[in-house]
């Protein structure tokens, strides 16, 4: 009994022991999956933060080099970059804008103007603008402009200096102002003109009026044609063919031809060696002759009733590779204090005597611009009483024609 009862534990702890021998491997089997499971998902995990360190570094990457480049582009803006804070002290400033921290003089009147706009700016949280004008260490005018930073309390301020824009935006305003009271006064003439003639029958009347009347309308046409041929020549567009200077000389006195003759002024031309040429637009440099011969004879009476008291004379040379045309008068001549002003526009020594001769007052600008328009140059020489010469100069054209 004894016996069976121990074969019978004997069989029992053996198919236990199976039980777990096969359990054991099963174990062994599902370790080993999960230890490659496992194995996949560290290796798709390490490859997604190889990946996520690669996406981070090259967008890093990208920030510097968008730093860097901001960096660069901040340090050479020409327009002054400040960021203060809420104190307005200043935090970040571009080289532009270092002269507006601790500065003297005019730098610190605009260190001022910029403290109150980030002030204001920083409690606002409104952008605000200003000009501020500087008298020292020389004149100037900035344009402050402060803008509220989002999520801080600081201000980011802009300067720019504004004066060449101002000083521009002033002569054109000055322009206008000066062609509308050129255009106004011939046309109030015009008007009360054609009112009186209207009203008369007497036929001797009506020739002088109708005389004054072509006079007025020749006066606005001279004005808007000198103003078309003022702006043709600022445009800057200027041709570049081979001219004979010669030609230059005599297209000008042709044009000239009657006014010297009705002012009863001689007109004497002396050529230039006659392949000396210039490189340039034809119609601009003859403009600008026949300006000149239009002022020597104009100017060259001292007034309707007297003769002149000598020729006009124009020549032409070559020196050390320029060529220089002359034009010299015997003239009223133009006293020392007006000699800088007269190429500026509407500019007139006498501005009674230049309407009564028909003149515009644009006359000298144009000729300025020619000169500039050709890498040349103009001098006047002047004496009151004896006369005056004008002298331009413009690079020859050097090869055969
Ligand atoms: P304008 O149409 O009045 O002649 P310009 O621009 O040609 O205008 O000349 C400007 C001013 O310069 C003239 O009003 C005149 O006072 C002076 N001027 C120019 N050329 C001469 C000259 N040859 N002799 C004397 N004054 C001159």
Same mark, same amino acid.
């Given at each position: 009994?004894?016996?069976?009862?121990?074969? !019978? *534990?004997?069989?029992?702890? &053996?198919?236990?022991?199976?039980?777990?021998?096969?359990?054991?491997?099963?174990?062994?089997?599902?370790?080993?999956?999960?230890?490659?499971?496992?194995?996949?998902?560290?290796?798709?995990? %390490?490859?997604?933060?190889?990946?996520?360190?690669?996406?981070?570094?090259?967008?890093?990457?990208?920030?510097?080099?968008?730093?860097?480049?901001?960096? #660069?582009?901040?340090? /050479?803006?020409?327009?002054?970059?400040?960021?203060?804070?809420?104190?307005?002290?200043?935090?970040?400033?571009?080289?532009?804008?270092?002269?507006?921290?601790?500065?003297?003089?005019? $730098?610190? +009147?605009?260190?001022? =103007?910029?403290?109150?706009?980030?002030?204001?700016?920083?409690?606002?949280?409104?952008? &605000?603008?200003?000009?501020?004008?500087?008298?020292?260490?020389?004149? /100037?005018?900035?344009?402050?402009?402060?803008?509220?930073?989002?999520?801080?309390?600081?201000?980011? @301020?802009?300067?720019?200096?504004?004066?060449?824009?101002?000083?521009?935006?002033?002569?054109?305003?000055?322009?206008?102002?000066? +062609?509308?009271?050129?255009? =106004?006064?011939?046309?109030?003439?015009?008007?009360?003109?054609?009112?009186?003639?209207?009203?008369?029958?007497?036929?001797?009347?009506?020739?002088?009026?109708?005389?004054?009347?072509?006079?007025? *309308?020749?006066?606005?046409?001279?004005?808007?044609?000198?103003?078309?041929?003022?702006?043709? !020549?600022?445009?800057?567009?200027?041709?570049?063919?081979?001219?004979?200077?010669? $030609?230059?000389?005599?297209?000008?006195?042709?044009?000239?031809? !009657?006014?010297? *003759?009705?002012?009863?002024?001689?007109?004497?031309?002396?050529?230039?060696?006659?392949?000396?040429?210039?490189?340039? $637009?034809?119609?601009?440099? @003859?403009?600008?002759?026949?300006?000149?011969?239009?002022?020597?004879?104009?100017? %060259?009476?001292?007034? =309707? $009733?007297?003769?002149?008291?000598?020729?006009?004379?124009?020549?032409?040379?070559?020196?050390?590779? =320029?060529?220089?045309?002359?034009?010299?008068?015997?003239?009223?001549?133009?006293?020392?204090?007006?000699?800088?002003?007269?190429?500026?526009?509407?500019?007139? +020594?006498?501005?009674?005597?230049?309407?009564?001769?028909? #003149?515009? #007052?644009?006359?000298?600008?144009?000729?300025?611009?020619?000169?500039?328009?050709?890498?040349?140059?103009?001098?006047?020489?002047?004496?009151?009483? /004896?006369?005056?010469?004008?002298?331009?100069?413009?690079?020859?054209?050097?090869?055969?024609?």
């Amino acid at each position: 009994m004894l016996d069976v009862v121990f074969v !019978v *534990a004997i069989v029992g702890l &053996a198919a236990v022991a199976v039980a777990l021998w096969v359990r054991l491997r099963r174990l062994g089997a599902a370790r080993r999956d999960l230890a490659r499971r496992l194995g996949l998902l560290v290796d798709d995990a %390490s490859r997604d933060v190889d990946s996520s360190i690669d996406e981070i570094s090259s967008l890093l990457l990208a920030q510097t080099s968008d730093n860097i480049a901001l960096a #660069g582009a901040l340090d /050479r803006s020409p327009v002054g970059v400040l960021i203060v804070d809420h104190d307005a002290t200043p935090i970040y400033t571009n080289p532009a804008a270092a002269p507006y921290v601790g500065g003297r003089h005019g $730098d610190a +009147v605009a260190e001022r =103007k910029i403290a109150e706009l980030a002030g204001q700016v920083s409690l606002n949280r409104v952008g &605000a603008e200003a000009e501020v004008d500087l008298y020292s260490p020389r004149r /100037r005018r900035l344009q402050v402009e402060a803008v509220p930073m989002s999520e801080s309390e600081a201000v980011v @301020v802009f300067v720019t200096d504004v004066t060449d824009q101002r000083r521009v935006e002033a002569i054109r305003r000055d322009f206008v102002a000066n +062609v509308s009271h050129e255009l =106004k006064t011939p046309l109030g003439a015009l008007s009360v003109l054609a009112e009186t003639l209207e009203e008369t029958d007497d036929a001797e009347v009506r020739r002088r009026l109708s005389r004054r009347l072509m006079d007025q *309308a020749t006066r606005m046409s001279s004005l808007v044609d000198d103003i078309l041929s003022l702006s043709h !020549v600022e445009s800057g567009t200027v041709s570049d063919e081979p001219i004979l200077v010669n $030609d230059l000389l005599r297209e000008a006195a042709g044009s000239v031809a !009657v006014a010297a *003759a009705e002012s009863v002024v001689p007109l004497e031309i002396k050529e230039a060696d006659p392949g000396l040429r210039v490189a340039g $637009d034809r119609r601009q440099l @003859v403009s600008a002759i026949t300006n000149l011969l239009d002022n020597a004879i104009k100017y %060259s009476r001292w007034d =309707k $009733d007297s003769l002149p008291e000598g020729p006009v004379l124009v020549e032409a040379f070559e020196d050390a590779g =320029k060529v220089v045309i002359r034009i010299a008068d015997h003239g009223i001549g133009i006293p020392e204090a007006h000699q800088e002003r007269i190429f500026e526009r509407f500019y007139r +020594v006498d501005p009674a005597r230049s309407r009564a001769t028909g #003149g515009t #007052g644009l006359g000298l600008s144009i000729v300025r611009h020619v000169v500039l328009n050709h890498r040349g140059d103009v001098a006047v020489e002047s004496n009151p009483g /004896r006369g005056t010469t004008f002298t331009l100069v413009f690079p020859a054209l050097s090869g055969a024609p």
